[in-house]
Each structure stands twice: as C-alpha cells, then as structure tokens.
C-alpha cells in the first residue's frame, strides 16, 4: 500500500468503525421497539453482526495505525445521532426498515470505496468482502420489509 493510500486508507476504516457502531446502536435502538414480530429476528442478526464487525474493523485498524498520530477509536458516541432521534420517533417496522436501510446504504458505500485500497489476495480484503456480503443481505431483506408496505398501501388505494 502506498504512503498516499495509507493516508486515506486509516480515516477511511475509522470512519467504517464508526458507522458498524451506528448500526449496533441503531439496531439496538429497532429491537427495543414493540410489534416487530418476525422483523426481529433480522433486527437481531443485524445488532450481532455489527458487534462482530467493529471488532474485525477495528483489527484492521490497530494494525495500520501509527501510534503517534492516530486516535484510539472510542465507543461513547453515535455520530448519527439525528438517526438515531429518527428511528426513535417511528414505530411501524416499515418505516423502521427504511431508515435501517439508509444507514446500510451508506455502510456499503464505505465498503465499496474501502476496497480499492486492499490488495485483492489479502485476508483483509477477504473480511471486507464477507462483510459487504452479509450487510448486502440485510440491506435486501430492509428492501423487502419495506416494499412489503408499498404493496399494501397500493392494494389500499386500488380498492
């Protein structure tokens, strides 16, 4: 990895940290939620996998850091904390999905970015990719809860 991509690449992994800590809080946050149903199950897979995810996440980070100028990543805050008010106020799980979807929308997006700079052989490049499959997964079975109300708000309307 080049000196230049190193640069870019530290922020951009503590910034991937950061939104698997949103995800954890968020989920978290869906599954205290009441009326979930069958939906809690993938709240829960979510919850679990963003705990499993911040600690791989975090591994990468530890071993590129420079101890001398890069921060110990901290687990006190959500940088998201308009979200997370968002996703407070609601309480139908479609609209719970469509926010959670959002937020796996954007975690993709850091994944995507984050393995251009990875060599393609590499166990790093290995986890990111199990991790961008599996939230892939989640941001479909989001996709579907939430179009699963569309169609009946169209069904409600045609009749």
Known sequence: ?????????IPM???????????????LEALKKDGMGSFRRVLSQGHVSALLFQK??????????????????????????ATLQNLESLNNKEEIA?????????????????????????????????HLNR????????CKLELGSRKSVNFIVLA
Do not use: H, P
């Open 56 to 81: 791989e996440v975090k591994w990468i980070y530890d071993y590129f850091k420079c101890f001398l100028e890069d921060k110990e990543l901290v687990d006190n805050q959500i940088s998201s904390l």
């Open 13 to 27: 992994i503590r910034a991937l940290w950061i939104e698997q800590r949103n995800r954890e809080l968020l989920y």
């Open 1 to 9: 990895m080049e000196n230049v991509k190193e640069n870019e690449f």
């Open 135 to 142: 939230i892939s997964e989640f941001y479909e079975a989001l």
């Open 98 to 130: 469509g926010c959670l979807k959002c937020l796996e929308a954007s975690t993709l997006k850091l994944y995507k970015t984050l393995r251009l700079y990875v060599e393609k052989d590499s166990e790093i490049r290995r986890v990111l990719d199990e």
